[in-house]
């Protein structure tokens, strides 16, 4: 029972930072906006979700709700600052940002201070009190909805928008788009579902503190969005649950969690720069030609019976 519940325990860390990633993909793997402060919006929505609950009562629902949306509204003025900078002050300013976050938290009283927030209550669906293997689920459920936003978003013109820009700002704004609203759009996104993941962490755990949300949690992010491939909505899922693994796997690495993150992230983009799932990786590419070759085969094999049934007996 005790290994059940540290698998289910494991995957719902999984589903929830894989949330987290899928937005830094969506920000930086989209749209090329570095932010190195996501940590931070997790944050924002685990403190939003955790106070709306414990000290309003309000419903889960509506308290994940608002931590989106109040992750996103943060995002998106922290999108106006990006307008003005590029590529090392913006790197700089977000992490800035992930400082003063936890600063604010860990030396207000309404967010828990040094002791943090305790006794959040878990969520109720139907008279149901989701835990276990049932909050693995909603957080899976989650993830999937945060998906089909990301693919619909890939997908879109806006996801054609956030590709010139990535590619080159002056020639996207060239052919008339509004470099400006798309880099804005771009953090407001990526942010608003790291609150997701917050409000999620928050009913997960229960307890908060702001060390949770501490920059090297926002490099731990990156590590999975760059592992699994920054433009990939599986590579997403794939980094965290590498990243959450390895650390199970070799226990001692925990205490050198920073250092081990950074060498990471410096071998994948050295030897994997599109990360194992990257649109452009040697992986991506040789799934989809199996999958190409899988069709082949079974559209020419279905031709052939066709033939066959088409001939003359005689």
């Known amino acids: 029972m005790a290994l059940n519940e540290y698998v289910i325990t494991l995957l719902s860390e999984i589903g929830i930072y894989a949330i987290a990633a899928l937005g830094l993909n969506v920000t930086w793997g989209y749209a090329g906006q570095v932010n190195l402060g996501q940590a931070a919006f997790i944050g924002i929505g685990a403190m939003t979700s955790a106070i709306l609950t414990l000290h309003y009562g309000a419903p889960f629902w509506l308290a994940l709700l608002l931590s989106w949306i109040i992750s996103m509204v943060i995002g998106l003025l922290l999108g106006l600052v ?8 913006l790197a700089i300013s977000t992490i800035g940002f992930n400082f003063i976050v936890v600063g604010v938290f860990q030396y207000h009283d309404i967010f828990g201070g040094t ?5 959040i209550p878990r969520p109720i669906i139907f008279g149901f009190k989701l835990s276990g293997l049932s ?5 899976y459920l989650m993830f999937g ?6 693919w619909w978003i890939r997908r879109s013109w806006i996801g054609k928008a956030f590709e010139a820009i990535n ?3 002056i020639a996207a704004q060239s052919l008339g788009i509004n470099v400006k609203k798309y880099k804005v759009l771009a953090f407001a996104v990526g942010t608003g579902l790291a609150g997701l993941s917050g409000s999620l962490l928050a009913h997960f755990k229960t307890s908060i503190l702001y060390e949770d949300f501490a920059f090297s949690k926002s490099i ?14 599986l590579g997403a899922l794939v980094g965290s649950a590498i990243v959450k693994l390895l650390p199970e796997i070799i226990r001692p690495l925990m205490e050198i969690r920073l250092a081990f993150y950074s060498i990471l992230i ?29 069709i082949r085969h079974a559209c020419k094999s279905k031709i052939e019976g066709i033939k066959l049934i088409g001939k003359d007996p005689t």
């Not at 909050?135 to 957080?139: E, S």
């Not at 992986?283 to 999958?291: D, E, F």
Request: proline share 1%; net charge negative.
């Open 115 to 119: 002791v943090g927030i305790t006794g």
């Open 266 to 294: 410096m071998l994948v983009l050295i030897f994997m720069p599109e990360g194992i799932l990257g649109r452009r990786s040697v992986l991506s590419r040789q799934l989809n030609s199996m999958v190409i070759n899988i």
């Open 82 to 89: 990006s307008i003005r900078l590029r590529y090392d002050f």
């Open 167 to 169: 590619e080159d700002e």
């Open 145 to 150: 909805l945060a998906s089909i936003l990301v």
């Open 135 to 139: 909050y693995t689920i909603l957080v």
């Open 220 to 233: 731990e992010i990156i590590s999975m969005s760059a592992l699994g491939g920054m433009d990939s909505i």
